[in-house]
């Protein structure tokens, strides 16, 4: 990633935060959009930061549309600004957010899905924790499905085994190795009352990062269309400085696994991982 601006220590705290869309649920984005608004007004009232501009980029979606639903949605303030950015194609993913922070990042950034619900609160405890703990890097929150139903975002590091049980195997043979996989998925972070730290891969739908280190990473990997490029993002965030989990910082997630999307998206999924593993080393069990 080139050409991201630097975030200024001397000037009050901002934060800059990106979406990437590539046609989206209206619905799931608006619900995106407003809650992650209304904490950004919450995190500024509460003087966590005094800034918030907002980089929407779009992958392919149609125009009309997506201009009348973030009209709507983002109602400019002395605080906040937006910005859509189109016309480039579908790069991917990571390659999106890379776009939207080559146009000049925060104190503090903020990587969003566009089918996250913040929760009330969510977004100024997570600036508070980096505030309070400079050494962390990476903040990871605490998430539920629409229905209430836990989900593990942090993940340990992946083994060829534990990512085809999870992906492909019926429910009856991913039970017989269901320790196995609640170790890979760290499902005891659920239970944490305080802060965690610890050497977790990082989910890409919310990730909550200080700018400087995520500038010194080098940002996303162009090498991932979609699909590990969190969990290589984060395991080179990890040589900057500390990941914690932050059950304080709550979210919705409305999304799905690969399989469950598709031949299409379990392609892209196994080629991305097949990059990861040789990038990384390779874990068969």
């Known amino acids: 990633m080139s050409g991201a601006g630097t975030p200024d220590e001397r000037a009050a705290p901002a934060l800059s935060a990106s979406v990437v869309v590539y046609r989206p649920s209206s619905d799931e984005l608006r619900t995106t959009l407003r809650t992650f608004r209304r904490e950004a007004e919450r995190a500024v009232a509460a003087r966590e930061v005094a ?12 125009a009309v549309a997506l201009d009348t639903l973030l ?5 400019a303030a002395p605080w906040f600004a937006w910005t859509l950015l189109r016309g480039h194609g579908n790069v991917g993913y990571g390659r999106g957010h890379n776009i939207a ?13 566009p089918d996250v619900e913040l929760v009330e609160g969510a977004l100024a405890a997570g600036l508070r924790f980096l505030r309070e703990n400079p050494d962390v890097v990476l903040a990871a929150p605490c998430a539920v499905s629409p229905h209430g139903v836990p989900l593990h975002l942090c993940k340990r590091y992946p083994s060829v ?12 043979v991913r039970a017989r190795w269901d320790a196995r996989l609640g170790q890979y998925e760290m499902r005891h972070l659920f239970a944490a009352a305080t802060p965690v730290r610890a050497d977790f891969l990082a989910s890409g739908c919310f990730l909550l990062v200080r700018s400087d280190a995520f500038i010194a990473a080098g940002g996303f990997s162009p090498r991932f269309f979609l699909y590990f490029e969190d969990s290589d993002l984060s395991l080179r965030m990890r040589q900057h400085g500390a990941l914690a989990y ?11 696994n690969a399989a469950r999307k598709g031949w299409w998206h379990v392609c892209l999924f196994t080629r991305s991982a097949v990059t990861f593993f040789r990038a990384h080393g390779w874990r068969l069990a």
């Open 161 to 172: 085994l534990v990512l085809a049980l999870r992906g492909f195997a019926p429910r009856c």
């Open 246 to 256: 932050l059950p304080a910082m709550r979210i919705v997630h409305h999304g799905g």
């Open 51 to 62: 800034s918030v501009q907002l980089v929407v980029v779009d992958n392919g979606s149609p």
């Open 71 to 75: 009209a709507e949605e983002l109602r």
């Open 101 to 113: 922070a080559q146009r000049g990042l925060g104190r503090y950034h903020l990587v969003l899905n």
